[in-house]
């Protein structure tokens, strides 16, 4: 630019570098005091993540409920069913749900297991066609299923999302939630293990 | 005017501006400000008449009514500990229904009902308001998992000790 | 096959973005011309290989392939073939290849445009984005590979949310995303010229294009939400101050600012390492509004996609970004020549104005955006911030924004005539003195809204008088006007068309906000109900079916003075693949209002239904304001001495005093 120079250059230059440099020091100063906050706060949900055990239901008796069949199934599911059976699996499942299809080839593994303990399907707010074609396609690894279109007898179960799973001892207490897809390695290393206290 | 003292002007500008801002970002927060809570919180703590507050958990089944306008609503939101009697004088969200978390904005009448201005129902399978998720949680009743949940959410296992 | 391919695109991607990133920030510190080189066909890679990953994707939903898990979750076969391909960037995976996708695009616009940039600037602002792509692509094949499968597929999919399904929604993310990986230009572009410790012309010349084009993407992003929240969520508003919409919202005012800022930079070579923040600012806004929309740290109505796991993944590439580009900053920033200064009254001060109140205005978004994040953090309260706080605090700073806007265009570089920009600033005074008056006759109030349209007319009429008298309009003979009016460099058109269109749309927001009028009534057929001087009447009410859900539609009459003004059909559907219901509300625009009518839920007592009817004045001209504003960016866009590729070092410092005083400008 074709401008004078301006005597004010110099002077800037001449001015103590380390006060200029504070100014521009500043917005790094103010965003470590941001992200600090924010890596608090998210820290902070992951604690009360770890806080949440143990839960309220956990060492507690099943809710009582009683549940008509899915479409197509003679007989639904009660928590006199589950109680009844003695230790014994609960896996809340829908067929919208798309980690239910990933978990599912392992119920059906388990099933055919000699040892296995009786698995029930509680159905969650699903539409009573696709549910029906969904364990018509994919299998039915369950003992008994109980179809819970409004999602109520859900809600009593604590369950959040679908897939969950729950582990019942004998006298029909809930010993073990499980949130999300449960793969081979939860079911070697935990579930397994534990029903094998449970019965021993 | 010195270069110098022009230079003080820019900078006096910049500090009066973040100066007032400051100052109408205090003022509107110490008003503004919408506070959560849960029906057993409502119940040991005071408001004032007039203070905007938020109040979440699930609507009680069976408990919603319509009165003879047809317009207002009548529910009951529960925390599973406490629950708290609402009036909601306008048409409910698509997504408000029984069994369900909901959130709900108002004022808290002297005879201990809510009178909502504001209903939100923001959630699906999968999606349950923050809020609504913690304040079960604190009252002790709901092992969710914390924040939202996705039916796709890593695994958790939650075991007796 | 198909997703397995676009999975391993999307690796081929990573290597591609990890030569782009590495080896020419490598050549430029050495100065090897062929390891800076390098940088142009990584760039053309990682474009062809995201670009097969996105077509992959999108081959999978347009089939419906449901063994792919985020089809299965997000799609269905009965959807309209439109929102099949929307669903694509409908749900959080999908949305991240389209994110770097459009990285990719700004990428491959760097090679091709920036032939004349000095290989050394060009080759590290590519390493740069070539940075930012490997962190998204590590994020997206780390934490949400959007071609994970489903084995065996279900049946049929879980459907896109149906609030989702929709023109407007559709095409939002798309938009808004351009503009936000659009501003990682002037970022690229501000991070290099650190490196190299020098900021010049030149630099803003290339910088301002790439910002303009970014502003106006995110402009028409923005206003696309705002317009589908209005006639979608059937509340009759525009604009909730939600978090969500706070989050693309402090990008825009940053990059309203960093707009600005780079006239100044360009024009007067001054205000350079401020500009240099600003750019940095703007796109860690951006990363902060992907952020803060992606992790479980804000809960909203657009939140679809909730996950502490991810979210922790962007907050730590946050801070890397952030963080590094602020500390580079801090360091290298002190090394930038300063530029010379400011008269009090002066254009540059106008804009310097300008810079400082959308800065603070940002910042009291920010605040109120992550004081209740701070807040839960500290002690658990759990605080909402709404509109009222936003009306108080936001809107006292925009008013003199809007007061210097009118003023700054008039105003030379250097060193202004005060008393005569004041002069002819007078007939826009007297149109701000009589629009308050005359509107607070009219409503009685509030106060706030009536200053609110008086600025309006200010600004407005300032603009208009401004470029009346360029074009020397009534003053000169009609065809020197005409001549006048020919030679007027495209980028001052855009900046009046720009400027009036804030101005509209201000009226349009503040005249709807303070003035709309709503009632509420259970209607049965032949029922009437009374609103703004209008007799609603519900004829009928009946059942449709659509592709995907079925619909109760009513039809309304709408009459004022006896006299039919049309017939409007609200209507409520229901999607039962997801058993979710949305509203679709029937909006009868003139130019001066729009009559809203949601529809709600049945009243089985009375057998009549739920309606809520809603008067709101001046909303069309939201719209319209915002189409101005995008079609003045577009025309300041189109200028030849802005095009894109343009600038060469020796014609910005040879050419631009002269034109800088006559015509000055920009957006």
Request: one cysteine or more; proline letters at 6%.
């Amino acid at each position: 630019m074709s401008e004078q120079p301006e005597p004010i250059v110099a002077q800037e230059l001449a001015r103590p570098i380390a006060r200029r440099r504070l100014w521009f020091a500043l917005p790094i100063l103010v965003f470590v005091g941001i992200a600090a906050a924010l890596v608090f706060g998210l820290g902070r949900q992951g604690d009360e993540h770890a806080r949440d055990l143990p839960s309220a239901l956990i060492d507690k008796p099943l809710p009582a409920f009683t549940l008509p069949p899915v479409e197509g199934y003679e007989v639904g599911l009660s928590d006199a069913d589950i109680k009844a059976a003695g230790v014994s699996i609960l896996n809340v499942f829908a067929s919208w749900c798309g980690p239910c299809q990933v978990e599912h080839p392992i119920w059906m593994a388990y099933a055919k297991q000699s040892d296995a303990v009786p698995l029930f399907g509680l159905n969650s707010k699903d539409q009573p066609e696709n549910a029906a074609n969904w364990l018509k396609k994919l299998g039915d690894p369950y003992k008994l299923i109980g179809a819970d279109r409004d999602g109520r007898v859900s809600i009593d179960f604590g369950v959040y999302g679908v897939p969950e799973t729950f582990v019942i001892d004998a006298t029909g207490r809930i010993v073990l939630k499980h949130i999300g897809v449960m793969t081979r390695k939860d079911l070697d290393q935990t579930i397994l293990p534990l029903i094998a206290r449970l019965k021993g | 005017m010195k270069r110098k003292h022009k230079r003080l002007l820019f900078v006096a500008a910049g500090m009066a501006a973040l100066g007032i801002a400051a100052g109408l970002i205090i003022s509107a927060f110490d008003e503004n400000l919408v506070f959560f809570f849960s029906p057993t919180e409502l119940q040991a703590r005071e408001t004032r008449p007039d203070q905007r507050i938020r109040i979440g958990g699930l609507v009680e089944e069976g408990s919603v009514s319509k009165e003879a306008d047809g317009v207002t609503v009548r529910f009951r939101v529960t925390d599973l500990t406490a629950s708290l009697q609402v009036v909601y004088k306008d048409l409910l969200p698509d997504l408000f229904r029984e069994g369900q978390g909901v959130v709900a904005e108002g004022k808290l009448r002297a005879d201990g009902v809510f009178e909502a201005t504001e209903v939100l129902a923001k959630h699906d399978e999968n999606y349950m308001p923050r809020e609504v998720a913690d304040a079960l949680r604190k009252s002790g009743q709901w092992k969710g998992q914390a924040g939202d949940a996705k039916a796709d959410a890593p695994n958790v296992t939650e075991t007796a000790k | 096959m198909t997703a397995e391919l676009g999975h391993y695109a999307l690796i081929l991607a990573l290597i591609m973005a990890l030569v782009q990133s590495v080896l020419p920030l490598i050549g430029a510190h050495r100065r090897d011309h062929t390891l800076m080189a390098l940088a142009g066909p990584a760039v053309i890679g990682q474009f062809v290989f995201v670009s097969m990953a996105f077509a992959c994707l999108m081959y999978a939903y347009v089939v419906s392939d449901f063994s792919v898990m985020n089809v299965a979750a997000n799609s269905h076969s009965d959807k309209p073939l439109l929102y099949k391909f929307t669903a694509v960037w409908g749900n959080h995976e999908g949305s991240m290849v389209l994110w770097v996708w459009i990285l990719a695009v700004y990428g491959l616009a760097v090679t091709a445009f920036g032939g004349n940039l000095p290989p050394v600037l060009k080759s590290r602002a590519l390493a740069i984005q070539g940075l930012i792509g490997l962190g998204f692509l590590l994020f997206s094949l780390g934490t949400s590979n959007p071609f994970m499968r489903l084995d065996p597929a279900p049946i049929n999919g879980n459907d896109l949310n149906p609030l989702l399904q929709d023109p407007g929604l559709a095409f939002h993310p798309p938009l808004l995303y351009f503009g936000y990986v659009g501003l990682s230009m002037p970022f690229a572009f501000a991070i290099a010229a650190l490196i190299e410790g020098r900021v010049d012309p030149a630099w803003a010349r290339w910088v301002r294009p790439w910002t303009l084009l970014a502003w106006i993407s995110l402009t028409a992003g923005i206003t696309l939400g705002s317009w589908w929240a209005y006639y979608e969520l059937g509340w009759g508003g525009f604009w909730f101050w939600d978090p969500v919409e706070n989050a693309s919202f402090m990008p825009w005012l940053m990059a309203t600012a960093l707009l600005h800022s780079a006239i100044v930079a360009e024009k007067r070579d001054a205000l350079k390492s401020w500009t240099v923040l600003l750019a940095i600012l703007a796109f860690s806004l951006s990363l902060l509004g992907t952020f803060l929309v992606r992790s479980g740290v804000l809960t909203s109505v657009h939140s679809f996609a909730s996950d502490p796991a991810r979210g922790a993944y962007i907050l730590g590439f946050l801070i890397l970004v952030v963080g590094g580009s602020l500390a580079l900053y801090a360091w290298r920033a002190p090394a930038l020549k300063a530029g010379g200064t400011f008269k009090p009254i002066s254009r540059e001060s106008a804009l310097l104005l300008n810079n400082l109140l959308l800065v603070v205005g940002c910042g009291t978004v920010f605040v109120a955006e992550l004081y209740p994040i701070v807040l839960d953090a500290i002690d658990g309260s759990k605080v909402s911030v709404g509109p009222p706080f936003f009306e108080k605090a936001f809107a006292p700073l925009m008013a003199p924004l809007l007061l210097v806007a009118a003023a700054g265009p008039m105003l030379a570089w250097k060193r202004a005539d005060l008393p005569g920009v004041l002069q002819r600033l007078s007939l826009a005074f007297a149109a701000l003195v009589a629009v308050i008056a005359l509107s607070y006759a009219l409503h009685g109030g509030p106060i706030g809204a009536a200053i609110g349209l008086g600025i309006a007319a200010w600004l407005f009429t300032g603009a208009a008088v401004d470029f009346f008298d360029r074009i020397k309009l009534f003053r000169a003979p009609l065809s020197e006007t005409l001549v006048r009016f020919a030679g007027l460099p495209r980028s001052a058109l855009g900046t009046t068309l720009a400027h009036m269109g804030i101005a509209v749309l201000v009226v349009g927001a503040v005249a709807g906000t303070a003035w709309r009028s709503e009632t509420i009534a259970v209607m049965k057929p032949g029922d009437h109900a009374e609103l703004a001087g209008y007799t609603v009447t519900l004829t009928t009410i009946g059942e449709s079916k659509g592709p995907n859900y079925t619909a109760q539609i009513a039809e309304m009459r709408l009459e004022r003075d006896g006299e039919l003004r049309g017939l409007m059909y609200p209507e409520k559907r229901f999607y039962p693949v997801q058993g979710t219901q949305t509203t679709e509300a029937a909006i009868r625009t003139t130019w001066f209002a729009d009559f809203y009518i949601a529809l709600g839920d049945p009243d089985e007592a009375s057998g009549g239904v739920g309606v809520r009817l809603y008067h709101n004045p001046f909303v069309p001209w939201i719209w319209i304001g915002a189409l101005m504003l995008v079609v003045g960016g577009g025309l300041s866009l189109s200028d030849r001495r802005l095009r894109v590729g343009a600038p060469s070092r020796r014609r910005a410092s040879a050419a631009q005093p002269a034109q800088a005083a006559s015509a000055g400008g920009g957006p």
